[in-house]
């Protein structure tokens, strides 16, 4: 089941991913074909001003990433602390019990993820390997836009 919705958010990701890798790709080769076929300026000013285009790609990519980074963070935090807040409440407090109710827990968990770990192992490897030929891709279909357009 965990496996399944890992596959899950794993796909999900990876869609995600693709549309942003593409919206971004895509809007920065139609901007640059834009500077080039609108001003038609000198090439050592061109460079300046795609410096500041990159720079201004980069710190909204940075921006993005730092934010999904945090709100991963925050939510497993959260569903932590819920976790506890249950068990506390649910029990009354902490007895032997509870601890070696959470200690059964946690070992069955473990064992499960690692009967599944091959399967886990296996979709974290398709994700990386899925981003980057989406990412790449992107990256030559916006190549080829420029080539073709800018002239």
Same mark, same amino acid.
């Given at each position: 089941?965990?496996?399944?919705?890992?596959?899950?958010?794993?796909?999900?990701?990876?869609?995600?991913?693709?549309?942003?890798?593409?919206?971004?790709?895509?809007?920065?080769?139609?901007?640059?074909?834009?500077?080039?076929?609108?001003?038609?300026?000198?090439?050592?000013?061109?460079?300046?001003?795609?410096?500041?285009?990159?720079?201004?790609?980069?710190?909204?990519?940075?921006?993005?990433?730092?934010?999904?980074?945090?709100?991963?963070?925050?939510?497993?935090?959260?569903?932590?602390?819920?976790?506890?807040?249950?068990?506390?409440?649910?029990?009354?407090?902490?007895?032997? &019990?509870? %601890?070696?109710? $959470?200690? #059964?827990? =946690? @070992? *069955?968990?473990?064992?499960?993820?690692?009967? /599944?770990?091959? &399967?886990? %192992?296996?979709? $974290?490897? #398709?994700? =990386? @390997? *899925?981003?980057?030929?989406?990412?790449?891709? /992107?990256?030559? &279909?916006?190549?080829?836009? $420029?080539?073709?357009?800018?002239?």
């Amino acid at each position: 089941m965990a496996v399944v919705i890992l596959k899950l958010i794993f796909t999900t990701f990876t869609t995600l991913f693709n549309m942003i890798s593409r919206v971004i790709l895509m809007g920065t080769a139609h901007l640059l074909v834009f500077l080039i076929q609108a001003l038609k300026i000198p090439g050592e000013a061109m460079h300046v001003a795609l410096e500041k285009v990159a720079e201004t790609i980069k710190g909204y990519l940075k921006m993005f990433f730092e934010q999904i980074v945090y709100e991963v963070l925050i939510s497993l935090m959260s569903t932590a602390f819920d976790a506890v807040k249950q068990a506390v409440s649910g029990s009354g407090g902490f007895t032997k &019990e509870l %601890l070696a109710g $959470v200690v #059964e827990q =946690i @070992s *069955t968990w473990f064992g499960k993820m690692m009967e /599944n770990f091959p &399967e886990i %192992l296996e979709a $974290v490897r #398709e994700v =990386i @390997s *899925t981003v980057a030929i989406d990412l790449w891709k /992107n990256y030559v &279909e916006a190549i080829m836009f $420029v080539k073709k357009n800018a002239i």
